[in-house]
């Protein structure tokens, strides 16, 4: 009698319950790559690194199966692998995971970029491979595009999208790490005149040279060889991986555009979005190595001098530009004409005739007010010779050309006066991005935009958070007189905010006994566990998302399995009912509806977690 | 027989020399050189004065002194009784803060029977008038009829019956932030079509100082006439903050006490948008959370709705 075969291994409830993150990389590894390496990934989440023989011990499942996955999963990046001295440890990695939670961005924004679907369909053969080699690529196409293909990849190359693969890519960085620290500390002998600490720190210094030494990208002459007919193009030997950083730059430059579209204006925003898209491939990555490895900048002092060096080559001279750099930038159809009006004169007002009322208007709330005063009204500067200067500086005058350098001038200095740090003026009519304080102040307004569209029932919530942050520790009286807000009110505006752990409740006894009547309550706001809260939460919004589709398939999947019939495809009409028609038009609409969804919960993920 | 009929000349003279200055204390060596008396013959009179109840005694800088009551004061007194009088003393004494019912019966030491029927009584004459305190909201507190509260008792301006008026805050604050909004925009809220502005986005130049500070937000509601309540700048200064806290305002930087709109405000108001526009079209424009007039088509039919933000903390 053959031995009976125990039933596959699932996912264990774990996956879900253990944390946010565990729930997302499974479900999205259950969509995109099946239970197995789902359940090894879910499983590699669980117990961190593990060798291949502990993974099959620990997923319950055949040693053989676990190594044919790994092949798949070290390919695609979602799991790296280190060879220590005994054993070949596998460990997860999120970035393979998120190029395919971002796949149908990245694609599309390719598509959109280059107008044109041979390098989208370049982008999605690397994404959906791991990495490829050009050759290979040419191999399986027509020939005949072959001199066309071969231009999109260097294009796709020299803008950063691609990048050449290397071993570095396939090892965890804190492995890395730790061996170029041991490396770089047994270089440094130990010696009677440098004490400890300070070998430490030259060691650290060595190995950060080192690390970023081995993590740079080759540069173009190293990928690129002569080509009899084409010039250069890329050694069609070299492997090309998607490069997830690059793309994040993309996403933060759309975010940031829609921040300035809602903090200065449209068309301010459109001239920020021609610097952000020409800066993208110039400016530094988002996530800078040293800030993946655990427990590098836990110092004050070294995160201090980090983050100072960070905003140093922000700075730097190639990120630096002008508002004629931007006019090369714009796009053609672009007016700015009269848009920076100027300021109306004091002095020139006209005045409202003594004993004439004044029209009133009626508010909103219908209490009486007095129409704009004329102050609002532009004054032609024209007409003041002392201000000449300011005319055409300010562009008024010329109302032919529809952008012009004071124009686009004008509008930089407006992003630089704002209170959201969108440009820093360096020198006189020279500008940078301050990525860094600006993305904490676009964390600190999406996070605020989010509440505000949850905490609908209770609008003045945010305004008693804004005040909590402004008094850092504050008490219930001084909050209510602060916000103009009842104190029998008080309680409903914060309950929401507390049970959503944004807020912290702090007690001072006032009595020795320690009464609770008789106790202050004090009120404060912590921002990075809030905002690692939300960011959890949102995780698991978009696990929720992708569940959700694979749940309603495996409802319909009799259905779904019929529709994608061989003989039943392209002949739906004829060979499906009315019901399941119209039930199969439900499940698309739903499922585009939930992946619209997931995007979009992902967006604010990208902006709170990710920049 | 009035008060001042049975009164000695000496005693006649030197209530009117008091009177003159009808709120200060008087020391002993005052009066005495004022009616150049000494003390012997001085007392008699103070005497007087005092059982008719047109003085009444105090302590300034630790010493004895008194202080003049007016005729009219004095004889509302002399009608009372003598718990009356005790009680209305220490409530005239409490000035426009006024004193509590509790706090009275302790400073007189009377049962609390006699003390509401004292205050009933006195009440009823309306020489004295409860009223509620914002700070102590369940006391019963009492002041002079004829004397306002002060700012402490009432609130200042933002209450009303000693409860926030956030109505009337409200529509102050809406005021507030439309005139801040139509200093700091050219053409924020546009009607009609003007060729003096682009139609897209009109903003004052980077250097533009024409933000108004709070003692012009003040100017403006006084010269509209929007309320009778006297306001000051420490309110409008407490409107405009709470509107930055709405993130409707923000705070001018490098400048004292000056407020510009936000462009988000202005656009969560409905302005900011050309003529004509349907904010509400369908917008082939990436999702952004600050987009207020996003459109999400909703889908009854779909199971999958929405999610919630504190899912994962209800697991």
Same mark, same amino acid.
């Given at each position: 009698?053959?031995?009976?075969?125990?039933?596959?291994?699932?996912?264990?409830?774990?996956?879900?319950?253990?944390?946010?993150?565990?729930?997302?990389?499974?479900?999205?590894?259950?969509?995109?790559?099946?239970?197995?390496?789902?359940?090894?990934?879910?499983?590699?989440?669980?117990?961190?690194?593990?060798?291949?023989?502990?993974?099959?011990?620990?997923?319950?499942?055949?040693?053989?199966?676990?190594?044919?996955?790994?092949?798949?999963?070290?390919?695609?990046?979602?799991?790296?692998?280190?060879?220590?001295?005994?054993?070949?440890?596998?460990?997860?990695?999120?970035?393979?995971?998120?190029?395919?939670?971002?796949?149908?961005?990245?694609?599309?924004?390719?598509?959109?970029?280059?107008?044109?679907?041979?390098?989208?369909?370049?982008?999605?053969?690397?994404?959906?491979?791991?990495?490829?080699?050009?050759?290979?690529?040419?191999?399986?196409?027509?020939?005949?595009?072959?001199?066309?293909?071969?231009?999109?990849?260097?294009?796709?190359?020299?803008?950063?999208?691609?990048?050449?693969?290397?071993?570095?890519?396939?090892?965890?960085?804190?492995?890395?790490?730790?061996?170029?620290?041991?490396?770089?500390?047994?270089?440094?002998?130990?010696?009677?005149?440098?004490?400890?600490?300070?070998?430490?720190?030259?060691?650290?210094?060595?190995?950060?040279?080192?690390?970023?030494?081995?993590?740079?990208?080759?540069?173009?002459?190293?990928?690129?060889?002569?080509?009899?007919?084409?010039?250069?193009?890329?050694?069609?030997?070299?492997?090309?991986?998607?490069?997830?950083?690059?793309?994040?730059?993309?996403?933060?430059?759309?975010?940031?555009?829609?921040?300035?579209?809602?903090?200065?204006?449209?068309?301010?925003?459109?001239?920020?979005?021609?610097?952000?898209?020409?800066?993208?491939?110039?400016?530094?990555?988002?996530?800078?190595?040293?800030?993946?490895?655990?427990?590098?900048?836990?110092?004050?002092?070294?995160?201090?001098?980090?983050?100072?060096?960070?905003?140093?080559?922000?700075?730097?001279?190639?990120?630096?530009?002008?508002?004629?750099?931007?006019?090369?930038?714009?796009?053609?159809?672009?007016?700015?004409?009269?848009?920076?009006?100027?300021?109306?004169?004091?002095?020139?007002?006209?005045?409202?005739?003594?004993?004439?009322?004044?029209?009133?208007?009626?508010?909103?709330?219908?209490?009486?007010?007095?129409?704009?005063?004329?102050?609002?009204?532009?004054?032609?500067?024209?007409?003041?010779?002392?201000?000449?200067?300011?005319?055409?500086?300010?562009?008024?005058?010329?109302?032919?050309?529809?952008?012009?350098?004071?124009?686009?001038?004008?509008?930089?200095?407006?992003?630089?006066?704002?209170?959201?740090?969108?440009?820093?003026?360096?020198?006189?009519?020279?500008?940078?991005?301050?990525?860094?304080?600006?993305?904490?102040?676009?964390?600190?307004?999406?996070?605020?935009?989010?509440?505000?569209?949850?905490?609908?029932?209770?609008?003045?919530?945010?305004?008693?958070?804004?005040?909590?942050?402004?008094?850092?520790?504050?008490?219930?009286?001084?909050?209510?007189?602060?916000?103009?807000?009842?104190?029998?009110?008080?309680?409903?505006?914060?309950?929401?905010?507390?049970?959503?752990?944004?807020?912290?409740?702090?007690?001072?006894?006032?009595?020795?006994?320690?009464?609770?009547?008789?106790?202050?309550?004090?009120?404060?706001?912590?921002?990075?566990?809030?905002?690692?809260?939300?960011?959890?939460?949102?995780?698991?919004?978009?696990?929720?998302?992708?569940?959700?589709?694979?749940?309603?398939?495996?409802?319909?999947?009799?259905?779904?399995?019929?529709?994608?019939?061989?003989?039943?495809?392209?002949?739906?009409?004829?060979?499906?009912?009315?019901?399941?028609?119209?039930?199969?038009?439900?499940?698309?609409?739903?499922?585009?509806?939930?992946?619209?969804?997931?995007?979009?919960?992902?967006?604010?993920?990208?902006?709170?977690?990710?920049? | 027989?009035?008060?001042?009929?049975?009164?000695?000349?000496?005693?006649?003279?030197?209530?009117?020399?008091?009177?003159?200055?009808?709120?200060?204390?008087?020391?002993?060596?005052?009066?005495?050189?004022?009616?150049?008396?000494?003390?012997?013959?001085?007392?008699?009179?103070?005497?007087?004065?005092?059982?008719?109840?047109?003085?009444?005694?105090?302590?300034?800088?630790?010493?004895?002194?008194?202080?003049?009551?007016?005729?009219?004061?004095?004889?509302?007194?002399?009608?009372?009784?003598?718990?009356?009088?005790?009680?209305?003393?220490?409530?005239?004494?409490?000035?426009?803060?006024?004193?509590?019912?509790?706090?009275?019966?302790?400073?007189?030491?009377?049962?609390?029977?006699?003390?509401?029927?004292?205050?009933?009584?006195?009440?009823?004459?309306?020489?004295?008038?409860? %009223?509620?305190? +914002?700070?102590?909201? @369940?006391?019963? /507190?009492?002041? &002079?009829? $004829?004397?306002?509260?002060?700012?402490?008792?009432?609130?200042?301006?933002?209450?009303?019956?000693?409860?926030?008026?956030?109505?009337?805050?409200?529509?102050?604050?809406?005021?507030?932030?439309?005139?801040?909004?139509?200093?700091?925009?050219?053409?924020?809220?546009?009607?009609?079509?003007?060729?003096?502005?682009?139609?897209?986005?009109?903003?004052?130049?980077?250097?533009?100082?024409?933000?108004?500070?709070?003692?012009?937000?003040?100017?403006?509601?006084?010269?509209?006439? %929007?309320?009778? +309540?006297?306001?000051? @700048?420490?309110? /409008?200064?407490? &409107?405009? $903050?709470?509107?930055?806290?709405?993130?409707?305002?923000?705070?001018?930087?490098?400048?004292?006490?000056?407020?510009?709109?936000?462009?988000?405000?202005?656009?969560?108001?409905?302005?900011?948008?050309?003529?004509?526009?349907?904010?509400?079209?369908?917008?082939?424009?990436?999702?952004?959370?600050?987009?207020?007039?996003?459109?999400?088509?909703?889908?009854?039919?779909?199971?999958?709705?929405?999610?919630?933000?504190?899912?994962?903390?209800?697991?």
């Amino acid at each position: 009698m053959p031995p009976l075969k125990a039933a596959p291994p699932s996912i264990p409830v774990s996956a879900k319950s253990q944390s946010p993150r565990s729930f997302l990389y499974t479900t999205l590894a259950q969509t995109h790559l099946g239970e197995r390496a789902a359940l090894i990934i879910s499983t590699l989440i669980s117990f961190g690194r593990l060798s291949a023989r502990e993974l099959a011990q620990k997923s319950r499942l055949p040693v053989s199966v676990v190594k044919t996955s790994l092949v798949s999963l070290v390919q695609l990046q979602c799991v790296l692998y280190w060879k220590a001295d005994t054993a070949t440890y596998y460990c997860f990695h999120e970035e393979g995971l998120d190029k395919l939670l971002y796949s149908g961005d990245i694609v599309s924004m390719i598509e959109g970029k280059y107008n044109d679907g041979v390098s989208a369909e370049i982008v999605q053969n690397v994404l959906s491979m791991g990495h490829l080699r050009v050759g290979d690529y040419l191999s399986t196409g027509d020939k005949k595009l072959q001199i066309e293909i071969q231009k999109k990849f260097s294009t796709l190359f020299q803008d950063g999208y691609l990048i050449p693969l290397r071993s570095i890519h396939f090892s965890p960085i804190n492995d890395v790490w730790l061996r170029t620290m041991k490396i770089a500390k047994d270089s440094l002998p130990f010696s009677a005149t440098i004490s400890e600490t300070k070998r430490l720190a030259e060691a650290t210094k060595i190995a950060k040279d080192k690390l970023l030494e081995l993590l740079e990208t080759p540069k173009a002459m190293e990928v690129f060889v002569s080509h009899n007919a084409l010039g250069k193009v890329i050694n069609p030997d070299l492997p090309l991986t998607f490069n997830l950083a690059r793309f994040q730059k993309s996403l933060r430059t759309e975010s940031l555009v829609s921040f300035a579209t809602a903090r200065v204006g449209s068309l301010t925003s459109q001239v920020y979005k021609a610097i952000l898209s020409h800066l993208e491939k110039l400016s530094p990555d988002i996530q800078h190595p040293f800030q993946k490895i655990p427990g590098l900048l836990t110092d004050p002092d070294d995160l201090r001098h980090f983050t100072y060096s960070r905003e140093e080559k922000e700075t730097a001279k190639w990120l630096t530009f002008n508002a004629n750099d931007v006019m090369k930038q714009l796009p053609k159809t672009i007016d700015l004409r009269k848009s920076i009006v100027s300021a109306p004169i004091s002095g020139k007002r006209p005045r409202v005739k003594e004993g004439k009322q004044a029209k009133r208007v009626k508010t909103e709330y219908g209490a009486a007010m007095p129409p704009a005063t004329p102050q609002s009204e532009p004054y032609n500067l024209s007409e003041n010779d002392d201000d000449e200067e300011c005319v055409s500086q300010n562009g008024y005058v010329d109302t032919t050309v529809l952008v012009s350098a004071s124009l686009v001038q004008s509008h930089l200095k407006l992003m630089s006066s704002n209170s959201v740090p969108f440009l820093l003026e360096t020198t006189p009519g020279n500008f940078v991005i301050p990525f860094n304080k600006l993305t904490a102040s676009l964390k600190q307004f999406t996070y605020d935009a989010l509440l505000q569209g949850t905490l609908t029932e209770n609008p003045a919530s945010l305004r008693i958070l804004r005040c909590i942050r402004e008094f850092r520790l504050v008490e219930e009286k001084q909050l209510c007189a602060a916000a103009l807000i009842k104190e029998k009110d008080f309680r409903s505006c914060v309950v929401p905010l507390m049970r959503l752990n944004i807020i912290e409740v702090q007690e001072v006894p006032r009595s020795v006994d320690r009464s609770a009547a008789r106790a202050v309550y004090l009120y404060r706001f912590k921002s990075e566990l809030t905002m690692e809260l939300i960011s959890n939460s949102l995780m698991y919004n978009i696990g929720q998302l992708l569940e959700g589709i694979q749940d309603m398939k495996r409802n319909n999947a009799i259905l779904l399995d019929k529709a994608n019939r061989d003989d039943v495809k392209g002949k739906e009409e004829e060979l499906l009912l009315a019901s399941e028609l119209s039930e199969l038009k439900n499940l698309q609409s739903s499922e585009v509806n939930s992946i619209a969804l997931a995007n979009r919960v992902r967006s604010l993920f990208d902006v709170l977690h990710v920049f | 027989m009035s008060t001042k009929e049975a009164l000695s000349v000496l005693a006649e003279t030197l209530h009117a020399h008091m009177l003159e200055e009808d709120s200060r204390f008087f020391k002993l060596e005052e009066l005495q050189t004022a009616m150049a008396l000494d003390s012997s013959r001085l007392l008699p009179v103070l005497q007087e004065l005092m059982n008719k109840n047109l003085i009444k005694p105090g302590k300034s800088d630790g010493q004895i002194s008194f202080q003049a009551v007016s005729l009219v004061e004095a004889e509302k007194v002399g009608g009372m009784t003598k718990d009356e009088a005790m009680i209305y003393s220490h409530i005239q004494g409490s000035g426009r803060e006024g004193i509590w019912t509790k706090a009275i019966k302790a400073k007189t030491n009377l049962h609390q029977h006699i003390v509401l029927r004292c205050l009933k009584a006195l009440e009823n004459q309306r020489y004295i008038k409860a %009223i509620k305190s +914002v700070k102590h909201p @369940t006391r019963k /507190i009492y002041m &002079l009829y $004829n004397l306002q509260p002060s700012v402490e008792v009432t609130g200042g301006p933002w209450f009303t019956d000693s409860e926030l008026d956030t109505e009337f805050i409200d529509s102050l604050m809406s005021i507030v932030w439309r005139f801040v909004a139509s200093k700091t925009f050219p053409n924020a809220f546009p009607t009609e079509h003007k060729p003096e502005y682009n139609h897209t986005q009109s903003s004052y130049p980077a250097h533009y100082n024409g933000f108004p500070n709070v003692s012009e937000i003040l100017d403006f509601i006084i010269s509209s006439q %929007i309320t009778n +309540v006297e306001l000051t @700048t420490t309110d /409008i200064r407490s &409107l405009c $903050n709470v509107l930055v806290y709405d993130d409707k305002l923000e705070k001018v930087s490098h400048r004292v006490d000056q407020y510009k709109a936000t462009w988000h405000s202005i656009l969560a108001a409905g302005g900011g948008l050309p003529v004509g526009t349907d904010p509400y079209a369908v917008q082939e424009v990436p999702f952004s959370i600050f987009n207020l007039h996003a459109v999400v088509p909703s889908n009854a039919e779909s199971e999958i709705e929405g999610v919630y933000l504190d899912s994962w903390m209800e697991t």
